[in-house]
């Protein structure tokens, strides 16, 4: 989606203004994610173990991992143009987790335009985000995920 600036941006408030391709979450991404952040529990990284011992009967992706690819899915679904200085993650108001990622699954990001208001140097948007897995009924991810857009 294509969006033309803060102005046009303001009058999306409520509406779903992308969705994201699908990304494979594979056990070497899973696997990766594990060492950078020093959180290899089994239930992530010991296919074996996660074969007899797990709900999910495979490893699952880690929550954060999710988490962290809203900042890849939001450029492929989002296309914000127009005059500004930067965007900066200014946090979350909420997340939840409602469902696993097993390894080899494939999910996606779909953005709602939450809010838009004024703060000091531009704007704030809170992004509705939810992600998917391709053939669950419940998303991986739900969060309310706050971004500056400095003008």
Sequence with gaps: MV???????????GAEVGVSRWYT????????????????QWIHVDAERAATESPYGATI?????????LSEMSRDAIDLRGEYKMRINYGLNRVRF??????GSRVRGRFTVGN???????????????VEVEGQAKPALAAEWLIRILT
């Excluded at 979450?25 to 290899?40: L, M, S, V, Y």
């Excluded at 409602?98 to 390894?103: C, I, K, Q, R, T």
């Excluded at 838009?116 to 809170?126: I, L, R, S, Y």
């Design 3 to 13: 969006i033309a600036g803060i102005d046009e941006l303001r009058t999306m408030t």
């Design 25 to 40: 979450i594979d056990q070497e991404r899973i696997d990766g994610f594990a060492r950078i952040t020093e959180d290899p």
């Design 61 to 69: 992706a880690h929550g954060f991992l999710t988490l962290s690819l």
């Design 98 to 103: 409602p469902s696993a990622v097993p390894a």
């Design 116 to 130: 838009v208001e004024e703060v000091t140097g531009g704007v704030q948007v809170t992004w509705v985000c939810v």
